[in-house]
């Protein structure tokens, strides 16, 4: 005979406001089944979790029914509480009597009414549930960072450090991300390179860092603790092992007019070659869009010149197949296309360059060797025009979001070119200073009073080319008068946009990712580091425009949540899975068919002799999510789904 | 002036998208009419037909079954089952003569509150128009398959 519980809370004023509780718990006393029903102010308090736990006890309650807030909210608390005082979890239902109830109906009679039969209908079903014991799952030890950045790297490195196994995956030929192309950072003004090329050698020289660069994700199956990934190594055509990075093939390829993609299209590369001088690990790959031999069978300089035989143009892409207990996602961000402003005229004026062009000019390593230099003519510029929010909080063409870094790197800039140009004159059209972080208004403070960065409030409106000068027209809006400033060199603060494949990787790893392609979070507040699906977790700019600050804090915020995971030998699941009725399956395999996990596997049953008898559906619990699809495709009812049976919902129908 | 017919509707959803949709839609304050009644499954790839004509036969008016987006579904593909399983649902129930307003199906997601409270009052609008499920009550009580709780 069952013996439920009904709890009803307040929830303060939020419920009680609404719904008559008293008359909801008169109703329950009365339901069949039902031993007691107590209504409370705060159920989710201490004294409430006691008065629970106590009834429990003393009433000897077979099922739990807490009409309160949405199961999302305190479904975890409640089942807590339970188990706490020894009613198996799964016995304990939360009726949503909040969300979906007192907040959206106006008329107190018609939401008490509603609360009833939401209640009722979970009394009903709570009849009908099982206990259900945890799944103990075994987890794999080894962390997939995906990214090479400096959220990648911190993440790595801080999970390496601990004692976890790492496997680093970056994408291009070399580790560093977009910090490595940058030249000094703010608001410290410390050399990016200088800060950042000793991680970089130390994630690569670690010995529970496996680093694989120049690599793609291909493929992630499995679950928390138990993923199964391919990793796509891209040909490199020149063998790991045997180059020493001596740079011979690199002076001497003949093939040298290929806009370099990490000097942003500033300086050229040649086709066999390493993103930059401080690269890690510092071997070069083969571009075979651009090479030669590539493109018509001659040349082979590189081989010539390599003095270990390291260059093989037969290599293939290879695919290696790794077992992955965490994953942290660490893809970084791109800037956005500038040509879409015309009237900026970046693309046709060569002296319009984006902030990440600037970083390159600023650069001790960049194409200037750090001197501030037109790209038109090399020489130094004289007025410099930054233009803030070039892409950024412009819903009708650009983003509509702010992307964060650009007032302080703008700032940076300005400082920058005043150090080294003590004579030149900067103008920074802006829209608000947003400075928000530690010593971060004190550093555009110094731009402004120290370094003579004269900024105006407003917005560019047309830039044209006039006597070997830009001009730029815009408006101050502080004075009210349209403002034209003739400049030598003007850069746009781009906005940070998602990496283009964002979108479609999301659905490689199975996460979600905002209408940008942004990787969404599991919880904005409070679960900002994880994602949706347990075991992969978010650093860096792929989650949201960061700076470097930020991108290494949520790195190392991933980093322990790994850890934590890694913490166990077993992790437990929800025992939501299906289960099927070997007695009855007739073997039809559509519940294989509608599976999304390859959970279902065809098991033989034989007799005592061993001779095959009939074969049957079997669930993997290590692979089912629990979704339910194969109970609806079940022709003989043979499979059901512990937590949500056939029974339970359609007791739940009942009593509504 | 007549009283106002206040239909009955049961909601199939799932947990993930449209069940997250309808707590946003309480968390944003949003009000709609209090007919619907939610029934909280894991993925609507779970949501049989029988429950929609248990639902029916219990008294409902109407049936909602709601999901997660075409691609956006937390099982990766239930909900492609859930629509082909609708489709060739709907054309029975088509067959059967029960009215299309009655039996919805839709996607909601979990950002989508707004957009929930207004199909909740659409389909307690369009409901409320075709009046009660009279002709299925009716054969019901004639064949005397009343369902037992």
Known sequence: ?????????????????????????????????????????????????????????????????????????????????????????????????????????????????????????????????????????????????????????????????????????????????????????????????????????????????????????????????????????????????????????????????????????????????????QAVPNKPVIDSRHCTYFKNGKCKVCVKVCQTNAINFDMQDEYLDLEIGAIVVATGFQIQDTSLYGEYGYGRYPDVVTGLQFERLASASGPTGGRIARPSDGKEPETVVFIQCAGSRDPSKGVSYCSKICCMYTAKHAMLYAHKNHH??????????????????????????????????????????????????????????PVEVPADMVVLATAMVPQPDAKEFAKTLGIGCDEYGFFNEAHMKLRPVETATAGIFLAGACQSPKDIPDSVAQASAAASKVLALFSREKLEREPIIAMNNEATCSGCWGCVLACPYNAIEKKDITDRAGNLIRRVASVNPGLCQGCGTCVTFCRSNSIDLAGFTEKQIFAAVMGL | ?????????????????????????????????????????????????????????????????????????????????????????????QFAGVPEERVKFSWISAAEGIKFAELIREITEDIRKIGPFEEYHKLIAETGSAAPL
């Open chain 1, 1 to 277: 005979m069952a013996k439920i519980g009904v709890f009803v809370c307040h929830c303060g004023e939020n419920i009680a406001a609404k719904v008559d509780c008293t008359k909801l718990k008169a109703a329950m006393e009365s339901h069949p089944g039902v031993s007691i029903a107590t209504e409370y102010k705060y159920f989710c308090s201490d004294p409430g979790q006691e008065s629970i736990k106590k009834a429990i006890v003393e009433q000897g309650l077979t099922g739990v029914i807490v009409a309160a807030c949405s199961p999302r909210m305190h479904e975890a608390t409640f089942r807590k509480a339970c188990a706490a005082a020894g009613l198996n979890p799964y016995l304990c239902e939360i009726a949503n009597i909040r969300e979906q109830c007192s907040w959206v109906h106006s008329d107190g009679d018609e939401a008490t009414e509603k609360a009833i039969e939401i209640t009722r209908s979970l009394v009903e079903k709570v009849k009908r549930n099982n206990e259900l014991q945890p799944i103990l799952v075994p987890v794999t030890k080894r962390a997939l960072v995906i990214g090479g950045g400096i959220a990648g790297i911190q993440a790595a490195l801080d999970i390496a450090n601990a004692g976890g196994e790492v496997v680093l995956v970056e994408r291009e030929a070399s580790l560093g991300g977009h910090m490595a192309q940058l030249s000094e950072t703010f608001p410290t003004l410390d050399c990016s390179q200088c800060i950042m090329t000793p991680r970089m050698v130390e994630a690569a020289q670690h010995p529970n860092i496996r680093l694989l660069t120049y690599a793609e994700i291909e493929k992630v199956e499995g679950f928390i603790g138990n993923f199964h990934v391919r990793v796509k190594m891209k040909a490199r055509y020149v063998d790991m092992q045997a180059c020493t990075g001596c740079g011979d093939c690199i002076q001497k390829c003949p093939q040298k007019k290929i806009s370099g993609e990490f000097d942003c299209g500033l300086a050229n590369r040649p086709a066999i070659y390493t993103p930059f001088a």
């Open chain 2, 1 to 93: 002036m007549s009283e106002v017919f206040e239909p009955k509707i049961v909601a199939f959803v799932c947990t993930y998208c449209t069940y997250a949709g309808a707590d946003l839609a309480g968390t944003s304050r949003l009000k709609y009419p209090s007919n619907v009644r939610i029934v909280r499954l894991p993925c609507t790839g779970r949501i049989s037909p029988m429950f929609i004509l248990k639902a029916l036969q219990k008294g409902a008016d109407g049936v909602l079954v709601s999901g997660c987006h075409p691609g956006d579904c937390h099982f990766d593909h239930g909900n492609y089952h859930a629509r082909r399983r609708w489709t060739v649902f709907n054309s029975l129930l």
């Open chain 1, 424 to 481: 030149g004159t900067s103008r920074v059209f802006y829209m608000d200073i947003r400075a928000a972080g530690k010593g971060y208004d004190e550093f555009t403070r110094r731009a402004i009073e120290e370094d003579g960065a004269g900024y105006i409030r407003g917005r560019v409106s047309k830039l044209w080319q006039e006597n070997g000068k830009l001009m730029v027209r815009g408006v101050d809006t502080l004075l009210g008068k």
